[in-house]
């Protein structure tokens, strides 16, 4: 009898044995077991002192981060430059011309099922390859979803919207602008609340939200949450994260908010920086004379005014905004390297991938325009980062890249190959050379069927309405001459057209496009004048 279990034991185990071996056979290959730390700042344009689009910026971290082994990607470019289409093409991998998710976001869970089809959001691709994923802060643009019905097929963990329990004082200043994690606002809510006064601001603020988010200044101990600036609370729970022992590799997100308006940050960064010695980008007086209506619609921005003519009007308005975005700067710096520092100390150090990414740049009146919402470089350009442990190559890749790869970069970093649902192309090849020539356009997408197709040496814009930019960014890196409508670049536009989409979804929960905002301000300017400023 006994003899009987055994071989009967015997025979199961050999039976289990071959079938595990076919099943291994048929299964693709392991993933490597690496971590990986994915740190996304908001609204980070290249003013990085590595990157030196602002000569004076303090940003210490980041510059060793990125001269200390990785590759940077000085010419990386968002699919689309706003925050919660820009994430959700990063995390899902797909172009926005795709998914039809575009600057209005409200609708796109709705066909979520027909976008996703294929695959997996990146954190759920790796959840379901046996990885712990955590996330902390803004990564989405809600925090760490925007499809509420899937966040747990995404995260095994993540942190509490520390900004939900703000204090009566740190709320009063802001006057309800959309999420708390924005908060704190400057004392007196800003430069704008001061020009208009409190009725106006409420009033105006029915209708815009944004009015008034565009300002800055520095926030004194009293201003600031009982545990800290959020982005301060956001580097705790990462520093927190990186010192348990883990079974599994994990996946942790880590999404600064700052430096997104308003540009508030304690005080102490705004001291590095000597206010009225700071460089302020030029803006040639007849920069919007080359710029088609169009362009001029998306320049005019979200204040009662137009962005450029309110600050304008606001005595030193524009070296107040230029200071505290330096100041945020200095500030994210500074949590950033608190999370690389404890990475760095921790058993994790050797065995983890970097990535860190922003969402899309920012303008400080450039082209008579703030914020980000445009196709220009100051817009679209981001700051993009990897570095694995199994490439010792560092240094800097100028080639033009998307921020839709870093998921197949991802992916094929981890030794995986299945990457065909994913619209955006592996990195790896610049990661283990960064002198390696791709000659891959980036292309990004401002609202509905408005392009920019960023190459090596040019950026051209094509807008809805056939308008169209084009800039020669060997002579020309500030792209004040539209070369679009000379007839010896002819040549030059026609390649570039090359890689506009042959076709587009239709913005999400839309049947048909009927226009929209620019299409109605042109009219409005065609009826009466367009403001002087834009001419
Ligand atoms: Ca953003
Ligand atoms: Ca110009």
Not at 135 to 153: C, I, L, P, R, Y
Not at 215 to 226: A, F, K, Q, R
Not at 352 to 374: C, F, M, N, P
Not at 392 to 406: N, Q
């Amino acid at each position: 009898m006994l003899f009987n279990i055994t071989r009967m034991l015997n025979f199961k185990n050999t039976l289990l044995i071959v079938l595990s071996t076919l099943f291994l056979n048929c299964s693709p290959k392991k993933m490597e077991n690496l971590n990986v730390l994915f740190i996304s700042v908001d609204d980070l344009n290249d003013w990085v002192g590595v990157l030196n689009g602002h000569h004076q910026a303090i940003t210490p971290n980041l510059d060793k981060l990125f001269t200390t082994g990785g590759v940077y990607f000085s010419n990386a470019h968002s699919a689309q430059p706003v925050c919660a289409a820009s994430r959700a093409a990063i995390l899902s991998g797909k172009h926005p011309i795709n998914s039809g998710w575009y600057s209005n976001t409200s609708k796109m869970a709705t066909n979520y099922d027909e976008v996703m089809k294929d695959h997996d959001m990146l954190p759920e691709y790796l959840k379901n390859n046996g990885y712990d994923t955590f996330a902390v802060g803004k990564v989405f643009h809600s925090g760490e979803s925007d499809f509420k019905e899937h966040t747990n097929d995404y995260w095994s963990e993540f942190a509490p919207h520390f900004w939900n329990n703000m204090e009566e004082s740190v709320k009063k200043t802001g006057r309800g602008y959309r999420g708390y994690m924005f908060y704190p606002f400057p004392k007196d809510g800003g430069q704008l609340v001061r020009a208009y006064g409190e009725d106006t601001i409420n009033n105006y603020y029915r209708e815009r939200n944004r009015f008034y988010s565009l300002c800055g200044g520095p926030l004194s101990d009293s201003e600031i949450p009982e545990g800290g600036m959020y982005d301060e609370q956001i580097a705790n729970w990462a520093i927190d994260k990186l010192k348990s022992k883990r079974a599994n590799p994990f996946f942790m997100a880590v999404g600064f908010i700052r430096p997104h308006v308003p540009y508030t940050a304690p005080q102490k960064y705004f001291d590095l920086y000597d206010r009225d010695s700071l460089w302020i980008p030029t803006v040639p007086e007849d920069e919007m004379k080359d710029i088609p209506l169009f362009g001029k619609a998306i320049a005019y921005g979200w204040t009662p005014k137009g962005d450029w003519e309110d600050v304008r009007e606001v005595e030193g308005f524009r070296r107040d905004l230029v200071h505290s975005y330096l100041a945020c700067l200095s500030f994210v710096d500074g949590q950033i390297g608190k999370v690389i520092n404890a990475l760095n100390n921790s058993e994790y150090k050797d065995n983890t991938i970097i990535v860190l990414w922003s969402d899309h740049g920012q303008h400080l009146g450039e082209k008579r325009h703030y914020r980000k919402q445009a196709l220009w470089e100051e817009a679209t350009k981001s700051v993009l980062y990897f570095k694995t442990p199994n490439s010792d190559t560092s240094g800097e890749s100028k080639e033009p890249v998307s921020l839709l790869d870093i998921y197949p970069t991802l992916v094929d970093l981890l030794g995986e190959s299945n990457i065909e649902a994913l619209d955006g192309k592996s990195l790896k090849p610049q990661i283990d050379n960064p002198d390696q020539i791709v000659n891959n356009p980036a292309l990004s997408v401002w609202e509905y069927k408005n392009y920019a197709v960023r190459s090596k040496n040019w950026r051209y814009i094509h807008y809805r309405d056939g308008s169209e930019e084009l800039y020669d960014h060997t002579k020309d890196p500030e792209e004040y001459n539209n070369l679009a409508n000379l007839p010896e670049y002819k040549k030059v536009v026609e390649e570039h057209k090359k890689w506009l989409p042959k076709t587009e979804a239709l913005p999400v929960g839309s049947k048909e496009w009927t226009g929209g905002k620019y299409d109605r301000l042109i009219e409005e300017w065609e009826r009466d004048s367009i403001p002087v400023w834009l001419n």
